[in-house]
């Protein structure tokens, strides 16, 4: 439930949040820098959060985080003229929502390896992602209905923000009765940074390259579909399309995720994460963004479900450890897209034009080759 509810806030604003400061910033070189700076607080909070549990439940980070996120969200709802004044500011923002995130995101990707083992894994996967992207249909159809009450764009994105606000605020009661407790031993992080362990080494490696193809969904992907798209309603509709398919694809499909169709499903998915993009580079239009959308959601179920499959699995052999190598994995997925983002502002200053965002985006949408090859081997 508290997946679910905040995945539909959290979708609003991978909707809105990333296209609202883009209208001010007119710059993806700096939409780039605030993912950097957003991510790059990340590995502090996951460190912070594991020290918290040692004492308190998880419902501490799980508020923590929330709290930060929505006091974020506040700030970008009153401070239009300063983000129109000096579109730096945009960069506070990504320090106190990578901050709340950081806090967040420890606390849910360690809960979820908790609740589940080997043997239900696959079905807590699907049965999340199923109701995960439930609210993530819902999400744009609430969007749309916002937007077309407002003759003016920006007047219905403020109101995104203060629903947002809102459901975040639902999302902090919640929280407090997640009385999960962690159960590792008092092991020094340091420990779980061990590049000596073969099967672990291997695995940071494949999150390295992982987190390199994921920093384009931070937000260089929504720009690119609201681009092709051309306003700001067909962009939710297109929203509505892309999560209806993901709901269909993990229902579907689904179910083909286990140890025994691993190396299938990982392969199928590699090919259609490269293909999705490659489509929305090749046709910037809304034909290419309609193809994008239904290839990434059969990506969605067959290579992103894989990945956690494989990498939970490889954590949940550390017992007593796993919320520190929860930790040193996030810390790694963090480096990575902020790696990712760092590429990008790279060609931005060495290639002309736009060349700099198709050549870029090609090039780091090769990166999930190296997961599935990497991975594989583990399962």
């Not at 806030?9 to 910033?25: D, E, K, N, Q, R």
């Not at 993530?136 to 203060?162: K, N, Q, W």
């Not at 990945?307 to 929860?326: C, D, K, P, W």
Request: contains cysteine.
């Amino acid at each position: 439930m508290l997946n679910t509810i905040y995945n539909f806030g959290a979708s609003l604003v991978s909707m809105f949040i990333t296209v609202y400061l883009y209208i001010y910033a007119d710059s993806i070189p700096l939409m780039s820098l605030y993912i950097i700076v957003r991510i790059g607080c990340f590995p502090v909070f996951f460190i912070l959060g594991n020290r918290l549990v040692k004492k308190y439940p998880f419902s501490l980070t799980y508020a923590l985080g929330l709290s930060l996120i929505t006091i974020a969200l506040t700030f970008t709802l009153f401070s239009g003229d300063l983000l129109g004044n000096n579109p730096l500011y945009i960069l506070l923002v990504a320090a106190i929502i990578g901050s709340g995130e950081g806090f967040y995101y420890f606390s849910q990707n360690t809960c979820n390896q908790i609740v589940s083992d080997v043997s239900t894994r696959a079905q807590f996967l699907a049965c999340n992602g199923i109701f995960c992207n439930i609210s993530s249909l819902l999400a744009p159809v609430f969007a749309t209905f916002i937007l077309s009450v407002y003759e003016d764009e920006m007047s219905g994105y403020r109101m995104m923000l203060m629903v947002i606000v809102a459901i975040f605020i639902i999302v902090i009661i919640m929280a407090f009765t997640i009385n999960i407790r962690s159960k590792d031993e008092d092991i020094p992080l340091s420990v779980s940074f061990d590049i000596k362990d073969k099967m672990w080494n291997d695995h940071n490696k494949a999150v390295v390259y992982y987190g390199f193809r994921n920093a384009l969904e931070l937000n260089t992907i929504s720009i690119l579909v609201y681009n092709a798209a051309g306003s700001g309603g067909t962009y939710s509709r297109l929203q509505i399309l892309f999560s209806f398919m993901t709901i269909i694809a993990f229902r579907v499909v689904g179910r083909l995720l286990n140890r025994d169709r691993i190396e299938m499903t990982f392969k199928t998915g590699v090919v259609l994460k490269i293909l999705c993009l490659v489509i929305l580079i090749v046709m910037p239009n809304t034909v290419g963004a309609i193809i994008y959308g239904v290839s990434n959601a059969l990506a969605m179920v067959f290579y992103d479900n894989s990945y956690n499959f494989l990498s939970a699995n490889i954590i949940g052999r550390y017992q007593n450890e796993m919320t520190a190598r929860v930790v040193v994995r996030e810390t790694y997925l963090s480096v990575a897209r902020c790696l990712a983002m760092g590429f990008i502002i790279l060609c931005y200053r060495y290639l002309p034009g736009n060349l700099y965002l198709q050549v870029s985006t090609l090039i780091i949408s090769l990166a999930p080759i190296m997961v599935e090859k990497i991975l594989i081997k583990y399962k």
